[in-house]
């Protein structure tokens, strides 16, 4: 028996593909989720092949052999489940973000750039029925997608996190956004030129000086990357326990590395409406499992004050990153999230807070190009009412070059001298420091 070419059998699968897919996204009653999906799919591609030989013969063509017929469904049935017609996306090990707006497909590569994709639906309906699938097999339980529940938000089975809209916008529009868990280091982002020497050297020994760290940046800055790379000089003897709303820090899965970390997520209400758990539930969880360092992928909401309270009360060396478009405008952002928390901190007393709480603030900077440069380190040194005093002790331009910016203060430099920071690092070629 001749061995099925696979030129016929990938087109035969797109063809098949394309017509199965619009089939079950016209059956309202079909089952939505696992094997029971599956099965059906089965069906419906059984089912579109036997027409397919019924008109060859009719016509006079030749069908197709048993084995090639096989083949085809196998491929085919690869395609219209799990993640479908999106797996061949989500295997590109260089694409780092996935747009889709009704048919059109946009990608960003690791790189920077974009790019316009063919479309992998034949229209929004379609669009709709691949999302719900794909929330119903989600891993951290079903989710729920339609009118009702017009965003969704949920890992995938790999660690990418996808976001998908209905009814509130023009078309169905879905957003995955990658993470592979790789390990990154601070002599990586060195290499990269995200960091400098300068700023290499000073975050990894504030890392090692047990300092409590937020990270900001705009969205897509590379504010995750940077706090893994920050993670990645904390010693492997201390345990860590890392909170995030879904997925993409994986330091746990890092053994070598991190080998007592413990990796807790947050959870939306099931599709009863029951069962959430909140990253501000989950600080609080995380402080009662002896955790050496809480990191929090992302401050957002209402864990803002449950951190701040538990960076103040003795867990030094936190991590957490947040959404700012400046070192300095932290502050303003963690007064706001407080002000808005079951708490309702005035601002006065968030100052407070966040000064006993923030030794340092690191703003990663992303160029349209994709650039991603860290251009500011600012250390919080006190509160006065309803300010943060703080003394940006260094900045650099987007092209590298460094920047006037002050010193740090004396408990600071002491800390970071004794963890092997050269402090000479930060001063002008005279001795002086910038100012």
């Known amino acids: 028996m001749s061995t099925p070419s696979e030129q016929v059998i990938a087109e035969w699968a797109r063809y098949v593909a394309a017509e199965a897919m ?18 059906r799919a089965e069906r419906v591609i059984r089912q579109i092949l036997d027409e397919a030989a019924r008109d060859a013969l009719a016509q006079g063509r030749p069908v197709l052999d048993a084995t090639t017929e096989q083949a085809v469904l196998r491929r085919t049935l690869a395609a219209v489940c799990g993640a479908g017609p999106l797996q061949d996306l989500l295997d590109d090990p260089e694409i780092e973000n996935i747009n889709l707006t009704g048919v059109n497909v946009w990608v960003r590569y690791a790189d920077g750039r974009r790019e316009q994709r063919p479309p992998i639906v034949a229209g929004d309906q379609e669009l709709i029925a691949l999302v719900r699938r794909i ?5 951290a339980g079903e989710r729920r997608f339609d009118p009702a529940a017009p965003i969704l938000d949920m890992p995938l089975a790999d660690g990418s996190r996808l976001n998908a ?21 601070l002599r990586e ?31 897509g ?22 909170i995030e709303d879904v997925p993409e820090l994986g330091l746990e899965r890092d053994a070598d590395a991190h080998p007592d970390a413990v990796a807790l997520h947050a959870r939306p209400p099931n599709v009863e409406g029951a069962g959430e758990v909140t990253v501000a539930d989950l600080v609080r969880a995380a402080l009662r499992m002896s955790p050496d360092r809480v990191i929090v992928g992302e401050t957002r909401g209402h864990e803002t004050v449950p951190l701040l309270n538990a960076m103040s009360q ?12 400046s070192s300095e405008g932290a502050f303003a952002k963690l007064g706001a999230y407080a002000a808005q928390s079951s708490e309702r901190l005035p601002l006065e007393a968030t100052c407070l807070l966040v000064a006993a709480a923030v030794h340092l603030v690191v703003h990663i900077f992303a160029s349209p190009e994709g650039e991603r440069v860290v251009t500011s380190i600012r250390e919080v040194v006190g509160a006065e009412g309803p300010r943060v ?34 402090l000479a690092r930060l001063l002008e070629p005279a001795g002086e420091w910038v100012r």
């Open 22 to 39: 619009g089939r079950l996204a016209g059956q309202d009653d079909a089952p939505a989720s696992g094997e029971a999906y599956r099965r």
């Open 135 to 139: 929330a119903a097999e989600s891993p």
């Open 165 to 185: 809209v209905m009814d509130i916008s023009s078309a169905p529009a879905v957003s995955i956004r990658r993470h592979r868990y790789r390990t990154t280091t």
């Open 189 to 219: 982002l060195r290499r990269l030129h995200t960091l400098d020497d300068v700023a290499a050297g000073l975050l990894a020994a504030a890392v090692q000086a047990r300092r409590n760290i937020v990270i900001t940046g705009g969205t």
């Open 221 to 242: 800055a590379g504010k995750t990357t940077l706090l893994r790379a920050l993670a990645s000089a904390i010693p492997e003897d201390e345990r860590i326990v890392t």
């Open 314 to 325: 003795g867990n030094d060396g936190s991590l957490t990153t947040l959404h700012a478009a």
């Open 389 to 422: 005093v703080s003394n940006e002790i260094y900045r650099r331009a987007q092209d590298g070059r460094m920047l006037p910016a002050a010193p740090p203060s004396p408990p600071t430099a002491d800390l970071l001298t004794e963890h092997g920071f050269d």
